[in-house]
């Protein structure tokens, strides 16, 4: 990462502000979709040691605007059962994003990305109530996805398919919840010694399209209500995810 920033300016600049922007606009619509699109795309040209932090931070930064909002329409119940489960699942996700190659890291996050894309299309049955281990199972799983790769918001949006809630409630108690999964992953990324100064720079150059993508997309969605998200963030992180795995086959062999 050092050499990384080394490199006068920020290499593929253009693309990184196109990406965010783009993630940024899904997040303010959808309550998710941020890291994921995000990160999929930055890890194209990226080390996902620089990626993962600095879009944690934007994903932050940019939902600060989101939480007041979101907070009276949140099940705060729902987002303590999946804050427990985070609880274990984010030191163990560090673990991954410090550990593992990255070109592997890359691989994996891109297979994840893409195998939750598809879940998302089969669009599962809805159950008749609320399973508590269950959230908490999937609290676990969202926040190692969250501290090893940014994505923790996926595997909460496959679950949230199958509760009987409104698409409001869904999305303020995603909000609420990530908000608090990327503020304490960030913290221990800092104790671990993964996020330091070096990071102002691009987080810098690229927090403005996200603050405006968030407030444009929470604009739209207050002004057009979508019966469902799958038409907005699908087709993008099957496309972002499908080109990293492309990527990640071709420099593994």
């Given at each position: 990462?050092?050499?990384?920033?080394?490199?006068?300016?920020?290499?593929?600049?253009?693309?990184?502000?196109?990406?965010?922007?783009?993630?940024?606009?899904?997040?303010?619509?959808?309550?998710?979709?941020f890291a994921?699109?995000?990160?999929?795309?930055?890890?194209l040209?990226?080390?996902?040691?620089?990626?993962v932090?600095?879009?944690?931070?934007?994903?932050?930064?940019?939902?600060?605007?989101?939480?007041?909002?979101?907070?009276?329409?949140?099940?705060?119940?729902?987002?303590?059962?999946?804050?427990?489960?985070?609880?274990?699942g984010?030191?163990?996700?560090?673990?991954l994003?410090i550990?593992?190659?990255?070109?592997?890291?890359?691989?994996?996050?891109?297979?994840?990305?893409?195998?939750?894309?598809?879940?998302?299309?089969?669009?599962p049955?809805?159950?008749?109530?609320?399973?508590?281990?269950?959230?908490?199972?999937?609290?676990?799983v969202?926040?190692?996805?969250?501290?090893?790769?940014?994505?923790?918001?996926?595997?909460?949006?496959?679950?949230?398919?199958?509760?009987?809630?409104?698409?409001?409630?869904?999305?303020?108690?995603?909000?609420?919840?990530?908000a608090?999964?990327?503020?304490?992953?960030?913290?221990?990324l800092?104790?671990?010694?993964?996020?330091?100064?070096?990071?102002?720079?691009?987080?810098?150059?690229?927090?403005?399209?996200?603050?405006?993508?968030?407030?444009?997309?929470?604009?739209?969605?207050?002004?057009?209500?979508?019966?469902?998200?799958?038409?907005?963030?699908?087709?993008?992180?099957?496309?972002?995810?499908?080109?990293?795995?492309?990527?990640?086959?071709?420099?593994l062999?």
């Open positions: 990462m050092a050499d990384f920033l080394s490199n006068p300016g920020i290499p593929h600049l253009e693309l990184a502000l196109l990406l965010v922007s783009l993630a940024a606009l899904v997040r303010g619509y959808t309550g998710f979709g994921a699109i995000a990160i999929t795309g930055l890890n040209v990226w080390p996902p040691q620089l990626s932090p600095v879009i944690l931070l934007l994903d932050l930064i940019g939902t600060l605007g989101l939480l007041g909002a979101a907070w009276p329409a949140a099940d705060k119940g729902l987002i303590g059962r999946f804050s427990l489960g985070a609880l274990i984010i030191p163990l996700g560090l673990t994003l550990q593992v190659p990255e070109t592997h890291l890359k691989l994996g996050i891109s297979i994840g990305v893409l195998l939750m894309s598809l879940l998302l299309m089969r669009r049955q809805v159950s008749s109530r609320e399973h508590h281990w269950l959230t908490r199972t999937i609290g676990g969202s926040g190692a996805f969250t501290a090893a790769a940014s994505v923790g918001g996926l595997p909460v949006v496959c679950y949230l398919l199958t509760v009987p809630l409104s698409t409001a409630v869904q999305r303020a108690s995603m909000v609420i919840f990530l608090a999964t990327d503020l304490v992953a960030l913290l221990l800092y104790i671990s010694g993964v996020f330091d100064t070096s990071l102002i720079a691009p987080v810098l150059v690229l927090l403005i399209p996200t603050i405006l993508g968030v407030q444009v997309g929470q604009w739209a969605f207050h002004r057009r209500r979508p019966q469902s998200f799958h038409p907005v963030a699908l087709p993008i992180l099957t496309l972002l995810s499908v080109s990293g795995l492309g990527m990640g086959v071709y420099k062999f």
